[in-house]
């Protein structure tokens, strides 16, 4: 009997110190933080080139997009629960409230706050970028919510790729340029497509994983639409055509364009072997690993992309 109550305690204890970060780190999912801050080393750098970096705008927008990307995951783990997308027989990994790690009332707290947090981050841009910015911020958040949440999940309907290429391209790295430099241009638009294009990476390896019990759950994304296949061409048509925006954009004269063909010619090599990697994976183990490489590829790029945009 005393043996019972000397061990409940300690197992209590185990429990609640494992729920009040582990979990809610672990549903954080750091491995795909990489697509919030890439945007704004890109912008950041671009600035820089321009004149006109703001290292406190720059910041907020840094913190403004990681909070968006955390939130925007604890949604997703709160909505696919409740859609039946994330069951038994997934093989990613584990979600926090599938799992019973956290209730989903509470999750659904956590994911508010987080948003909130971000919307007030966010209003501080307005002293850089104009009221309009409120604007920006707002769909944001509301589209990173609509992802998987609402009455038109995003997600669910093939859309998701579309969004994250957006939001998490376009609108991250043009909105954290043009807070510092009060405008936008071309060669930031295509920097930004880049930066889109292999975050969206990130989205087709999760849904390759993903796509039996997507499937199952009425979760149409591109890779249960069109097969496998697809997503392997999709995924090696990113990196073609982000490594040929980093070579055309030295052409544009923004820095060297010797340097910029060995970078993106070992960048190349680095996704040559993640798509044969994604090719031939055959276990879920394989998949789960290569998410993190697609996060990892990510900021190799946009940290290359920063320091040739800056040293050019």
């Given at each position: 009997?005393?043996?019972c ?5 300690v197992?209590w ?13 672990a549903?954080?999912r750091p491995?795909?933080?990489?697509a919030?801050v ?5 912008g ?17 927008c ?40 956290v209730?989903?009332?509470a999750?659904?707290r ?40 609402g ?9 998701g ?7 998490f391209g376009l ?12 405008g ?8 930004a ?17 993903d ?39 030295a052409?544009?004269?923004?820095y ?7 970078v ?39 940290i290359?992309?920063?320091?040739l945009?800056?040293?050019?």
């Amino acid at each position: 009997m005393r043996l019972c109550l000397r061990r409940r305690p300690v197992r209590w204890l185990a429990v609640a110190a494992e729920s009040s970060w582990k979990v809610w780190l672990a549903a954080a999912r750091p491995r795909t933080l990489p697509a919030a801050v890439a945007p704004v080393i890109v912008g950041s750098a671009l600035a820089w080139r321009a004149g006109a970096f703001v290292p406190v705008a720059a910041a907020v927008c840094l913190v403004f997009a990681l909070l968006v990307q955390i939130g925007a995951n604890y949604a997703n783990d709160y909505y696919d629960f409740v859609r039946g997308a994330d069951t038994g027989e997934r093989v990613g990994p584990r979600r926090a409230v599938a799992a019973g790690l956290v209730t989903p009332a509470a999750m659904r707290r956590v994911m508010v706050l987080t948003f909130s947090l971000a919307f007030v981050v966010g209003l501080t841009l307005v002293a850089w970028g104009g009221w309009w910015l409120v604007l920006v911020g707002v769909v944001s958040i509301a589209s990173a919510v609509a992802y998987t949440g609402g009455p038109f999940p995003l997600g669910y309907h093939g859309l998701g790729d579309l969004f994250v290429f957006v939001f998490f391209g376009l609108v991250a790295v043009g909105g954290t340029y043009y807070v510092q430099a009060r405008g936008l241009s071309w060669v930031v638009l295509e920097a930004a497509a880049a930066v889109g294009l292999l975050t969206v990476n990130i989205l087709v390896v999760n849904n390759y994983r993903d796509a039996d019990t997507d499937r199952k759950a009425g979760k149409h994304t591109l890779v249960v639409r069109f097969g496998r296949g697809f997503a392997l061409a999709q995924l090696a048509a990113a990196h073609a055509v982000a490594c040929g925006i980093m070579v055309a954009l030295a052409g544009q004269g923004l820095y060297s364009v010797p340097a910029a063909i060995l970078v993106a010619a070992i960048l190349g090599a680095y996704a040559y072997l993640q798509w044969r990697t994604l090719r031939r994976a055959r276990e879920a183990r394989e998949l789960i690993a290569l998410l993190g490489w697609c996060g990892a590829y990510l900021a190799a790029y946009s940290i290359s992309l920063a320091v040739l945009i800056v040293t050019g």
